[in-house]
C-alpha cells in the first residue's frame, strides 16, 4: 500500500496569504497519477487538481499543483475565505486507492 | 448535468448487510469508472472500491474484502455496493464517485461525487 502522508495536520494562515500544503508518498507515484481535493464541512469531496499539477475545470488559477516521484505540493497563492476547509491528497495509480489524512486550513 | 444520487443508508447491527444504491444521470454510465469512498464521522476519506465500465473489473481495499461487493447495472445507470458482515468501523457517509475521463483503461481522479449516504453499525 502506497501510504500518503499531508503535513502539516492543520495550517493557519491569514486570508490574502500564501498557503502550501505537502504530500510526501511512501512508494513512487508512477506517471504523477496525484489528485488534490478539497472538502468543506458537510460536502462532499470536489477535485481540484489532477496528474500533479492539471487544474480540475472551474477551480481558480490561484491553485497549483506540482512535484513528481514521492513528493506532491498544493499551493493556494491568495486566500479568499471560502478556501478554507480540509484538503486531501489521493494516488490513484496502484490498489488500493490511497488518500492522505488531510490538512486542515484553517483562518489565522 | 451529471448527478450521482446515493441512497439506502441506515441503522444496522454488527453482523447485518445492508445494500447501497448510486443512481446516475446526465452522462453515459457505462463508459465510466465508478468508485465508492466513505469517510468515518470526523475523519478521513478512505476508497473502498471501484469497478470497471463493464463490470469485469473490481478492486477493494483490503479491510472490506470478502464482505462488500461492489457491482453496477449499465442498464439502469445505478451503481451498487453490497456490505456483510457489518462492524462498527463500517460506520461512515458512503459516497459514489465518477472517474473523470471516458472509456479509459486505468483509474482516475473523480470530478463527479454524489452527496453521500449514511451507514451506521450499532447495537
Known amino acids: 500500500e502506497n501510504v500518503l502522508t499531508q503535513s502539516p495536520g492543520t495550517l493557519s494562515v491569514s486570508p490574502g496569504e500564501r498557503a502550501t500544503l505537502s504530500c510526501r508518498a511512501s512508494?513512487?507515484?508512477?506517471?504523477?497519477?496525484l489528485a488534490w481535493y478539497q472538502q468543506r464541512p458537510g460536502q462532499a469531496p470536489r477535485l481540484l487538481i489532477y496528474?500533479?499539477?492539471n487544474r480540475a475545470p472551474g477551480v481558480p488559477d490561484r491553485f497549483s499543483g506540482s512535484g513528481s516521484g514521492t513528493d506532491f505540493t498544493l499551493t493556494i497563492s491568495r486566500l479568499e475565505p471560502e478556501d478554507f476547509a480540509v484538503y486531501y491528497c489521493?494516488?490513484?495509480?496502484?490498489?488500493?486507492?490511497?488518500f492522505g489524512q488531510g490538512t486542515r486550513l484553517e483562518i489565522k | 448535468e451529471v448527478q450521482l444520487v446515493e441512497s439506502g443508508g441506515g441503522l444496522v447491527q454488527p453482523g447485518g448487510s445492508l445494500r447501497l444504491s448510486c443512481a446516475a444521470s446526465g452522462f453515459t454510465f457505462s463508459d465510466y469508472w465508478m468508485n465508492w469512498v466513505r469517510q468515518a464521522p470526523g475523519k478521513g476519506l478512505e476508497w473502498v472500491a471501484n469497478i470497471k465500465q463493464d463490470g469485469s473489473e473490481k478492486n477493494y481495499v483490503e479491510s472490506v474484502k470478502g464482505r462488500f461487493t461492489v457491482s453496477r447495472d449499465n442498464t439502469k445507470n445505478s451503481l451498487f455496493l453490497e456490505m456483510n458482515s457489518l462492524r462498527v468501523e463500517d460506520t461512515a457517509i458512503y459516497f459514489c464517485a465518477r472517474d473523470t475521463p471516458p472509456k479509459s483503461s486505468t483509474w482516475s481522479s473523480s470530478l463527479y461525487w454524489g452527496p453521500g449516504t449514511l451507514v451506521t453499525v450499532s447495537s
Open positions: 496528474g500533479a499539477s
Open positions: 512508494q513512487s507515484v508512477r506517471y504523477s497519477y
Open positions: 489521493k494516488q490513484y495509480v496502484t490498489s488500493p486507492i490511497t
